[in-house]
């Protein structure tokens, strides 16, 4: 399966970036693909994660929106879950959806990491970073803000 073989690498790499100790799996259950026992996994189905209260704040959380039960979830659903794991649940967020899901996890400030590459591959692979969201601009310093020797030179 090409899907697991994306997955396992793409760990590979967050886990280079930033260590992770704890992950959620919400849509699968990938224990038998499990190549990093250092990751301690926990699993919850799509309806099960809905209802489950806060109980901790885990390193990463991956979510596959492309199985037969996220299939089936209204859009208003789907974005409950991902705003529930990007607001409380986890620093970073690994999405595996379909090609239809691009404007809601595009909305929510997801990135996309990894096209689809042939026209009948239907899985995209998209990222929430809360380390790297929001890039710094360019004129967020103090050169542009509240300089003394600007005041009587430019009208604000």
Do not use: D, H, M
């Given at each position: 399966m090409a899907?697991?073989?994306v997955i396992t690498s793409m760990l590979d790499d967050l886990m280079q970036q930033q260590p992770i100790s704890t992950a959620l799996c919400i849509g699968q259950n990938l224990a038998e693909y499990q190549s990093?026992?250092?990751i301690q996994w926990t699993y919850f189905n799509?309806?099960?994660f809905l209802i489950q209260p806060f109980s901790q704040r885990y390193d990463l959380a991956l979510v596959v929106l492309n199985t037969?039960?996220?299939l089936a979830l209204a859009s208003q659903h789907?974005?409950?879950l991902l705003v529930k794991l990007r607001d409380l649940m986890a620093k970073t967020i690994v999405?595996?959806?379909?090609?239809?899901d691009a404007t809601l996890l595009r909305a929510l400030g997801f990135?996309?990491?990894?096209?689809?590459?042939?026209?009948?591959?239907d899985f995209v692979i998209w990222q929430f970073n809360i380390l790297n969201y929001k890039q710094v601009p360019d004129w967020l310093n103090a050169?542009?803000?509240a300089n003394p020797e600007n005041w009587d030179k430019f009208r604000w």
């Open positions: 899907e697991q073989n990093k026992p250092t799509v309806s099960g037969n039960e996220s789907k974005s409950q999405v595996v959806a379909t090609p239809a990135t996309q990491l990894i096209e689809p590459l042939q026209a009948n591959q050169k542009f803000w």
